[in-house]
Antibody, heavy 118, light 109 residues
Framework: DVQLVESGGGLVQPGGSLRLSCISS????????LNWVRQAPGKGLEWISY????????YYADSVKGRFTISRDNAKHSLVLQLNSLTVEDTAVYYC???????????WGRGTMVTVSS | SYVLTQPPSVSAAPGQTAMITCGGD??????VHWYQQKPGQAPVLVVY???DRPSGIPDRFSGTNSGNTATLTISRVEAGDEGDYYC????????????FGGGTKVTVL
């Protein structure tokens, strides 16, 4: 089965850090662009970061630029999002998602919850 | 930054048609993707590139895109179609970014 599985979420204090991981299976990981999307409780979807298949193209939403870092390890079929300087506004479910080409995000993980609270 | 505008809610009786709009400046020049999300679940792609459906998505879901409005149409609405629907585009007007609409809650009456 084609699958993405996120991990690494949890409770963290404001100003703290977390490292989210997304492991893939069932497809050739290195062929695909990948993204992180988050959803705050009761709110809509917010795209936060993109990484190209060869890692040389990386983009961030303004809301996380300078605080979050996306990376991938094609050999390990792994996508990572490093979250630094967290604020309560970063509380959300974080999804990793694969982009089909052409097309939208055709495979999503189940998400991992990040809660920023003192 | 690019803004996509969706109505907060749409309702339809079973068997009727639900139409969800997504407004954006000259959105007809972009490829629009649509997602369905049910409570507690990850989003599911239901229409991509304005009009195409992924395998497994029923043909009751269709899309159009022209001018300043893209539309997702759900024909012969079923109870299982209830959920939140989001439109999405890739925007390169500033720093490249994916943009989601605010979402539309579809209620089956």
């Amino acid at each position: 089965d084609v699958q993405l599985v996120e991990s690494g979420g949890g409770l963290v204090q404001p100003g703290g850090s977390l490292r989210l991981s997304c492991i893939s299976s069932g497809f050739t990981f290195s062929d695909y662009e990948l993204n992180w999307v988050r959803q705050a409780p009761g709110k809509g979807l917010e795209w936060i970061s993109y990484i190209g298949s060869a890692e040389h193209m990386i983009y961030y939403a303004d809301s996380v630029k300078g605080r979050f870092t996306i990376s991938r390890d094609n050999a390990k079929h792994s996508l990572v999002l490093q979250l630094n300087s967290l604020t309560v506004e970063d509380t959300a479910v974080y999804y990793c998602a694969r982009r089909s080409f052409p097309g939208g995000f055709d495979v999503w993980g189940r998400g991992t919850m990040v809660t920023v609270s003192s | 930054s690019y803004v996509l505008t969706q109505p907060p809610s749409v309702s339809a009786a079973p068997g009727q048609t639900a139409m969800i709009t997504c407004g954006g400046d000259r959105i007809g020049r972009k490829s629009v993707h649509w997602y369905q999300q049910k409570p507690g679940q990850a989003p599911v792609l239901v229409v991509y590139d304005d009009t195409d459906r992924p395998s497994g998505i029923p043909d009751r879901f269709s899309g159009t895109n022209s001018g300043n409005t893209a539309t997702l149409t759900i024909s012969r609405v079923e109870a299982g179609d209830e959920g939140d629907y989001y439109c999405q585009v890739w925007d390169t007007s500033d720093d490249p970014s994916w943009v989601f609409g605010g979402g539309t809650k579809v209620t089956v009456l």
